[in-house]
């Protein structure tokens, strides 16, 4: 019912930012807080951030004051500014929905961001 498309990834030196989009789609209406999650390798699944329909935000202690989560309500996305990265910052990153008042859970497909010198 809701569709996640993460973009931006890619390839980025130690201390240089990247941003990220997750677009969506289907029944946007009904999503209740969109977040970003991330997979390093040979690791599991972390929490990045998190934003709210009501614009609270969330953030992992490791990205506090580097990582920006935001939305675009006319484009139908959410942002997520990531500077200052470091190389422990290399992982597949998620687009995660909750919607229908958390009762339902949406991820996107993933994007690689590499971060290394």
């Known amino acids: 019912q809701v569709h996640l498309v993460e973009s931006g990834g890619g390839l980025v030196q130690p201390g240089g930012s990247l941003r990220l989009s997750c677009a969506a789609s289907?029944?946007?209406?009904?999503?209740?807080?969109t977040g970003w999650y991330r997979q390093p390798p040979g690791k599991q699944r972390e929490f990045v951030a998190r934003?709210?329909?009501?614009?609270?935000?969330t953030y992992a202690d490791s990205v506090k004051g580097r990582f920006t989560i935001s939305r675009d309500s006319a484009k139908n996305t959410v942002d997520l500014q990531m500077n200052i990265l470091k190389p422990e910052d290399t992982a597949v990153y998620y687009c995660h929905a909750h919607a229908d008042l958390y009762r339902d859970s949406y991820w996107g497909q993933g994007t690689q961001v590499t971060v290394s010198s």
């Open positions: 289907g029944s946007i209406f009904s999503i209740d807080a």
């Open positions: 934003i709210t329909n009501t614009g609270t935000t």
